[in-house]
Structures are given as C-alpha cells and as structure tokens.
C-alpha cells in the first residue's frame, strides 16, 4: 500500500488465518461509527487480543474499559497517542487481554444457558 509501508492488505483470509493474526498482533484498532453486535470484537477479545474501540452503539454491551480500550475521543491526535500509549505498554496490554478473555468466558453458551433457565423459572 503506497505510504503505508508497514501495512499489508490481506484478503480470502481463512479461519485458521484469522485465528493466528487475532494470536499474534499486538493490538486491534477497530474504529466504529454505531453498531449492535461486532463479531470481529467478539473473536478478538475471546482471543485476548488488547482491543482499542469507539463508544458507539452497544459496545458497552460486551466490552467495558477493564477489557478494552473505549474511546470517547473522535480527535485523531487523541486516536494515535492512544494506540501509541498501548502499543508501547505492555502491562496494560496484558491487562487488557486478560480481563478482555475472561468477559467472553462470561458469554459462554453454558453460562447464557443458565441464565436463561433461570430467567424462564421465574415466571
């Protein structure tokens, strides 16, 4: 990609693929105008992937600033110190992924399951 050296541009990546790039990246930088559900959110945080995001939409529905990085800030010079702070800290890196991992083991089949038995009996 011409000025964006360090930039590779992927396609027809396959599951396995995705699965190591989620494993092997240091970070993920998904910028989002609104949305419900973000599947690419989902598989990273169950990744452990360190995750920097908007607050837009339900995001907050998964995600909170124990297991991601939300931002509240539109300003690009805000963006870049962000995903530069993060880049170069790699204790809240690790933070991140775990507590990020941990929230999706909450979303467990088995666990919403439950939950959902327990919803039905109540009434």
Same mark, same amino acid.
């Given at each position: /990609?011409?000025?964006? =050296?360090? @930039?590779? &541009?992927? !396609?027809?990546?396959? #599951?396995?693929?995705?699965?190591?790039?989620?494993?092997?990246?240091? &970070?993920?930088?998904?910028? *989002?105008?609104?949305?419900?559900?973000?599947? @690419?959110?989902?598989?990273?945080?169950?990744?452990?992937?360190?995750?920097?995001?908007?607050?837009?939409?339900?995001?907050?529905?998964? &995600?909170?600033?124990?297991?991601?990085?939300?931002?509240?800030? #539109? =300003?690009? #010079?805000?963006?870049? +110190?962000?995903?530069?702070?993060?880049?170069? !800290?790699?204790?809240?890196? +690790?933070?991140?992924?775990?507590?990020?991992?941990? =929230? /999706? *083991?909450?979303?467990?089949?088995?666990?919403?399951?439950?939950? /959902?038995?327990?919803?039905?009996?109540?009434?």
């Amino acid at each position: /990609m011409q000025g964006l =050296k360090t @930039t590779e &541009l992927v !396609d027809d990546v396959t #599951e396995e693929q995705l699965l190591k790039y989620y494993q092997s990246h240091a &970070l993920l930088f998904l910028p *989002l105008i609104d949305g419900t559900a973000n599947n @690419t959110l989902l598989e990273a945080a169950a990744c452990g992937l360190p995750i920097i995001t908007s607050d837009v939409g339900a995001v907050r529905d998964y &995600l909170d600033d124990k297991s991601a990085v939300i931002l509240r800030s #539109e =300003k690009t #010079e805000v963006i870049v +110190s962000t995903i530069i702070d993060l880049l170069n !800290d790699r204790n809240k890196r +690790s933070d991140l992924s775990t507590n990020a991992r941990k =929230k /999706m *083991l909450s979303f467990d089949w088995e666990h919403i399951a439950e939950r /959902m038995k327990r919803a039905y009996e109540a009434y």
